[in-house]
C-alpha cells in the first residue's frame, strides 16, 4: 500500500512539474516574442528637396490661346 502511495505521489510531482516548466517555457517564449518599438532621432539632418516648377501660367496661356483659336475655326471639330 506505501509502494503504491509513492508511487502515486511521485507521478503527482513529476506531473506538476511539468506543468511548471511548460508553464516557464510559455511565459519565456511569449516574452521573447514581445514586440519593441524604438525611437531614435536621425544622425544626418534631414534634408527637404524643393524643385518645384511652376507651369500654370504657361498652361492658362495655352489654353486661352486653344480656345481663341478654336473659335476663330470652328469648323475643326
Known amino acids: 500500500m506505501t509502494?503504491?502511495?509513492v508511487a502515486m505521489t511521485q507521478n503527482l510531482v513529476r506531473r506538476n512539474l511539468t506543468l511548471r516548466s511548460a508553464l516557464f517555457a510559455a511565459c519565456v517564449a511569449v516574452a521573447a516574442c514581445r514586440p519593441t518599438v524604438q525611437l531614435a532621432a536621425p544622425e544626418d539632418?534631414?534634408?527637404?528637396?524643393?524643385?518645384?516648377?511652376?507651369?500654370?501660367?504657361?498652361?492658362?496661356?495655352?489654353?486661352?490661346?486653344?480656345?481663341?483659336?478654336?473659335?476663330?475655326?470652328?469648323d475643326l471639330f
Do not use: A, G, H, Y
Request: hydrophobic residues 40%; negative net charge; without cysteine.
Open 3 to 5: 509502494s503504491k502511495l
Open 45 to 74: 539632418p534631414i534634408v527637404i528637396d524643393i524643385n518645384i516648377k511652376i507651369e500654370q501660367d504657361v498652361r492658362v496661356r495655352v489654353d486661352r490661346e486653344i480656345d481663341d483659336l478654336l473659335r476663330e475655326n470652328e
